[in-house]
Nanobody, 125 residues
Framework: QVQLVESGGDSVQAGGSLRLSCAISGYTASCLGWFRQAPGKEREGVAAFGSYGETSYADSVKGRFTISKDNAKNTLYLEMNSLKPEDTAMYYC?????????????????????WGQGTQVTVSS
């Protein structure tokens, strides 16, 4: 079992920044990531972080979002800069035991992922 608890969601204006956190407990997963889901849209993989520190991103967030992990705190982060209204969504933390770890593989493994409860990000224009 892997337990995930997200926090840090908020309402910001376009161009602003937010940092999401995901507190992790339980088994040590080899692949961690962030997803988002906007109303009426499918869940989208945003970024992934592997156990060797490798990262991958969706094209829509490359250069604006950064995924990282603090091993001492066992916490996954998503630093989001230059936020756009289209980034508005519920953001979820996910974990799996995939190797290699990429955002595409984590998305394809949706049914076997562990999930947090989500944190809402709203970006206004």
């Amino acid at each position: 079992q892997v337990q995930l608890v997200e926090s840090g969601g908020d309402s910001v204006q376009a161009g602003g920044s937010l940092r999401l956190s995901c507190a992790i407990s339980g088994y040590t997963a080899s692949c961690l990531g962030w997803f988002r889901q906007a109303p009426g849209k499918e869940r989208e993989g945003v970024a992934a972080f592997g156990s060797y520190g490798e990262t991958s991103y969706a094209d829509s967030v490359k250069g604006r979002f950064t995924i990282s992990k603090d091993n001492a705190k066992n916490t996954l982060y998503l630093e989001m800069n230059s936020l756009k209204p289209e980034d508005t969504a519920m953001y979820y933390c996910a974990a799996n035991f995939l190797r290699p770890c990429t955002v595409v593989r984590l998305h394809d493994a949706t049914r076997t992922n562990y999930w947090g409860q989500g944190t809402q990000v709203t970006v206004s224009s």
